[in-house]
């Protein structure tokens, strides 16, 4: 098997392949879960932070798992051990479980390490590497999803609140009502009243779900199932009316398919997307990315005058529910390397080298 021949099999792109071979280079244990590399004259493939010695650009291949490195004839590296988890994995996955409990005296990272036998600055490094996440930041996502999933069973509020560990209730609705993009009273009425219609399409990117009220689009999902993508939209919004949509709403749905394609917009789309004001700021600062470009966290965080809240732009770009429309695909982290995509770091290369040579091919002409 020739590099062009096992490189299509790994359905990585050549953007994609040149970050990963910069990662490789610098053996950058961040990297480390999120691709493999395989060698071509050994059949070996590694971590990215494999010790050993570094094989020759021709000779390297990338592939998005150790299980699909196998299916082409790859056997794994005594070394780095690429089909073992790393012991960094390892105590994340610990940590995530205690965390999961939601007690709130174990949310201080030294009673977390404490209870792992682990030092809190290892625990740190831990999840830094893992997760891109501070242990307070999955365990507030941890507990938030647990919360949602309460008040949609039909839980009232003061018992989801104490179930999930929280203080009090004024901590639960400023924390929850930043995330949540409405009060614990609003959300757990699941939709309740909107009137929601969908369309499925299919896109460079796989199925793409679209679902708008008569106002805008309420939602973008990315996916490869259908029924996934709709179970999704009603577990978001249980109570909602949810139905296919109707001809109208065809127009809406031939526009985000152009934009997935990297061509430019031709309709400007109406949106009905609930949110606090910071998080509608930061989606509205989001749309102001110019196709085919990037901006960091942080740069976004100082376009709004609020330098110091990069970790609460990151959330609201996690939160946002339109994607391509608001193309929180565009924002990297500050290295310049892909983290943080709902619909998977893949899709986010993709789809920034579809605008890529969309942009090109504009100037060009």
């Known amino acids: 098997m020739n590099n062009a021949t096992a490189q299509a099999g790994s359905k990585i792109t050549a953007n994609a392949a040149e970050q990963y071979w910069r990662a490789t280079l610098a053996r950058d244990a961040r990297a480390d879960g999120t691709f493999i590399l395989g060698v071509l004259s050994t059949r070996i493939y590694c971590r990215p932070s494999c010790p050993a010695r570094r094989p020759l650009r021709r000779n390297v291949v990338f592939f998005g798992s150790g299980e699909e490195a196998e299916k082409q004839g790859f056997r794994p590296c005594l070394r780095c051990k690429p089909n073992e988890k790393s012991g960094a994995l390892r105590l994340v996955e610990r940590a995530a479980r205690e965390l999961a409990g939601g007690e709130e005296e174990i949310l201080r990272v030294a009673t977390l390490a404490g209870k792992l036998g ?21 365990a507030d996502a941890l507990r938030l999803n647990r919360f949602k999933s309460l008040l949609r069973a039909g839980k009232n509020i003061t018992d989801a609140l104490y179930e999930t560990g929280y203080g009090s209730s004024s901590r639960v609705y400023e924390r929850s009502d930043a995330q949540l993009g409405m009060t614990p009273a609003a959300y757990q009425k699941g939709g309740k009243g909107m009137k929601l219609e969908y369309t499925i399409a299919k896109s460079p990117m796989g199925k793409v779900l679209v679902a708008a009220t008569e106002k805008g689009v309420s939602a973008v999902y990315l996916g490869e199932v259908e029924r996934e993508l709709i179970g999704e939209l009603r577990e978001e919004y249980p109570h909602a009316e949810i139905a296919p949509a109707k001809e109208s709403y065809q127009r809406w749905v031939g526009e985000i398919v152009r934009q997935i394609e990297g061509k430019p917009s031709s309709l400007e789309l109406p949106l009905d997307v609930q949110g606090t004001t910071f998080q509608r700021r930061v ?12 901006r960091t966290y942080t740069q976004v965080a100082q376009a709004l005058g609020q330098p110091k809240a990069v970790r609460a732009v990151a959330s609201a770009c996690a939160r946002n529910p339109v994607s391509i429309v608001v193309p929180c695909h565009r924002v990297i982290r500050g290295d310049g390397q892909l983290a943080g995509y709902r619909w998977g770091l893949s899709r986010k290369e993709r789809l920034l080298s579809a605008e890529r040579a969309g942009e090109k091919k504009s100037q060009n002409n």
């Open 118 to 138: 682990v030092t809190p600055s290892a625990l740190r490094r831990a999840f830094q590497q893992v997760t891109g996440l501070a242990p307070r930041d999955l």
């Open 283 to 294: 989606w509205q600062e989001l749309q102001r990315i110019p196709r085919g470009t990037t």
